[in-house]
Structures are given as structure tokens and as C-alpha cells.
């Protein structure tokens, strides 16, 4: 096959307008690095995304740790999130990985030398496990402590939340619980993740608003009417991440870094950005 070619998304620009605190986190980014081919005609690599290029997007940011997580592309071939959590190093990353049932005891504890601390459950398109194995993937990693990320289209959580209930492990809710389109704050689906949250091993995922919104940048209010619910109902089990280098996106389109990380100032009170972007992140993956 032919080698992916190089990064051509922007990296560089101004800063947020959010001045983040030592030890910032990055809870979702995905990376794309050389000699590794997606394994899915449903998630071509359109360019690579490297360590190197992320550290331009993570210093302009102001953060200072990271959660690599398992792109759909390379389904069920972990080995470049693997590189990636090497090169890194654990002092300051951590990875979620696709993980089966039938992964062996002695593989994901390697993993967890590395750095991994999750397993990725997508029911959307071109996910690799979805929520019809998620009970059995949890039976495979609580012996390590691990958690699930979930991620599903909040419309139909509905079909989702008996199974949530069940989980004995820590799990997010992914992407603000991705309600693709937007529904109203107050709508019964957002109280079932609100209960789910008082249960105490749930957590949501600040991430990639562009990604479901209506009413669009720089603030997504349709969105974020959602996320501020949520975030002031539990600030304790929320955090925040980027979901560089923003896959498929089109150039066009192609959402503004610092503006994905200045939601937080629209979203959340200024005494919860402290918990949101370090002390929570810190509790989930065990930043020390």
C-alpha cells in the first residue's frame, strides 16, 4: 500500500482565551502515525497525525497530558496507539484501546504497562465493538481497573441506559452524549444521564460539540445547553477533550482548536474548570 501522506491540517494559531492550569488534560485526540493503513474501507486516513504534530496543537493549547484514544481506522490493531503511548510516555499519557472478549489476560496487561486505562465501545458507524459485547468486554478488564468509553447517539439512549445501569465499572458517556440532532436541556434522555451520573461510576465527556450541533461555532448553543446542565448537576464526573485531529472533518469545515477548548468558559463555572481539565482526569486515568 501506498504510505499516508503527511499532516495538512492547521496546527499553529492564537491561544484560547481559557488560561488552563498545570496539568491540563486532553481526554480524547486520535492519532495516525507512519506505516499503519486503516483496516476499514468505512475509515480512510485522509492524512497522518503524528505525535510531533500533536505537540504543536497541545502547546498552543496549554496542556500538558493526553488520552490517546483507539481511532476506528485501525479497528482492532492497536499497535499505533501502542507507538504512540511509547513515545509519549506515561508521566503524561494515557491510552483507550479496542478491546473483544476474547482479548487474552497477558496482552491487556501489556497494554497497561503502556499506558491504556480504557476500552472504546462505539454503536456508531465504523465502530469496532459496539454496546451488544460491552458486558463482556467489562468482564475482561475490571481485573485491571479499567474503564468503557461509550460513546452512541443520545437520541436513542433509550435502548442503552438498562445496559448503562448494569455496568459495575467506571464508563463515559462520550461526546456529551452525541445527541445527533440536539435535543432540548431539559428532555428526558438528558435526566437519564443525569441519574446515571448519581450513581457514581458514570462520567461525560466535554468533546467535538461541532460534531452534533445545529446552531454551530464558536459557542454551539443548542449543544451547549446540554453540556451546561449536565456539568452544573455533576462537575465532579465531567472532562474535557479536543477530538484533534478532528477525522473527516473537511477543510472547510475544519473546527478551530482553541475554540474547542474556550467552550468551557461558556459552558462551566470558572471554579470548575480546575476539576474538569485536571483533578477529574487525574481520578479516571491515574495522573499522578
Same mark, same amino acid.
Given at each position: 500500500m501506498d504510505p499516508v501522506s503527511s499532516n495538512t491540517r492547521p496546527l499553529?494559531?492564537?491561544? @484560547?482565551?481559557?488560561?488552563?492550569?498545570?496539568?491540563?488534560t486532553d481526554c480524547h485526540i486520535h492519532l495516525y502515525l507512519p506505516g499503519y493503513q486503516s483496516q476499514s474501507a468505512d475509515s480512510p486516513i485522509a492524512d497522518l497525525a503524528t505525535v510531533a504534530d500533536y505537540r504543536r496543537v497541545q502547546a498552543r493549547l496549554g496542556l500538558e497530558r493526553v488520552v490517546v484514544t483507539q481511532p476506528n481506522a485501525y479497528q482492532f490493531d492497536n499497535r499505533a496507539l501502542l507507538e504512540a503511548l511509547s513515545e509519549i510516555g506515561t508521566h503524561s499519557s494515557r491510552g483507550v484501546a479496542v478491546v473483544t472478549p476474547d482479548t487474552p489476560e497477558d496482552e491487556l496487561r501489556a497494554w497497561h504497562d503502556h499506558g491504556v486505562r480504557g476500552a472504546r465501545i462505539m454503536n456508531l458507524h465504523g465502530g469496532a465493538v459496539s454496546t451488544d459485547h460491552m458486558h463482556e468486554v467489562e468482564r475482561v478488564i475490571r481485573p485491571l481497573g479499567w474503564h468503557l468509553? =461509550?460513546?452512541?447517539? $443520545?437520541?436513542?439512549?433509550?435502548?442503552y441506559v438498562e $445496559?448503562?445501569?448494569?455496568?459495575?465499572? !467506571?464508563?463515559?458517556?462520550? #461526546?456529551? /452524549?452525541?445527541?445527533?440532532?440536539?435535543?432540548?436541556?431539559? %428532555?428526558?434522555? =438528558? !435526566?437519564?444521564?443525569?441519574?446515571?451520573? !448519581?450513581?457514581?461510576?458514570?462520567?461525560?465527556? *466535554?468533546?467535538? $460539540?461541532?460534531?452534533?450541533?445545529?446552531?454551530? /461555532?464558536?459557542?454551539?448553543? %443548542? =449543544?451547549?445547553? &446540554?453540556?451546561?446542565?449536565?456539568?452544573?448537576?455533576?462537575?465532579?464526573? *465531567? &472532562?474535557?477533550?479536543?477530538?484533534? @485531529? #478532528?477525522?473527516r472533518v473537511s477543510?472547510?469545515?475544519?473546527?478551530?482548536?482553541?475554540?474547542?477548548?474556550?467552550?468551557?468558559?461558556?459552558?462551566?463555572?470558572?471554579?470548575? #474548570?480546575?476539576?474538569?481539565? =485536571? %483533578?477529574?482526569?487525574?481520578?479516571?486515568? /491515574?495522573?499522578?
Open positions: 499553529d494559531g492564537p491561544p @484560547p482565551s481559557l488560561k488552563t492550569p498545570p496539568g491540563a468509553m =461509550v460513546q452512541f447517539n $443520545g437520541r436513542y439512549l433509550d435502548e $445496559g448503562l445501569r448494569r455496568l459495575e465499572c !467506571d464508563y463515559i458517556m462520550d #461526546h456529551i /452524549g452525541k445527541f445527533m440532532d440536539p435535543v432540548p436541556a431539559d %428532555d428526558e434522555r =438528558v !435526566d437519564h444521564i443525569l441519574r446515571l451520573l !448519581d450513581r457514581g461510576n458514570a462520567w461525560v465527556k *466535554i468533546c467535538a $460539540g461541532y460534531e452534533a450541533s445545529l446552531s454551530g /461555532g464558536p459557542h454551539y448553543e %443548542d =449543544v451547549g445547553a &446540554i453540556a451546561r446542565r449536565i456539568i452544573a448537576h455533576a462537575p465532579e464526573r *465531567i &472532562i474535557w477533550g479536543s477530538n484533534w @485531529p #478532528h477525522a477543510r472547510e469545515d475544519y473546527p478551530d482548536d482553541a475554540e474547542q477548548l474556550d467552550v468551557l468558559l461558556e459552558w462551566a463555572a470558572p471554579e470548575h #474548570h480546575r476539576k474538569i481539565l =485536571v %483533578d477529574n482526569p487525574a481520578t479516571l486515568y /491515574g495522573f499522578q
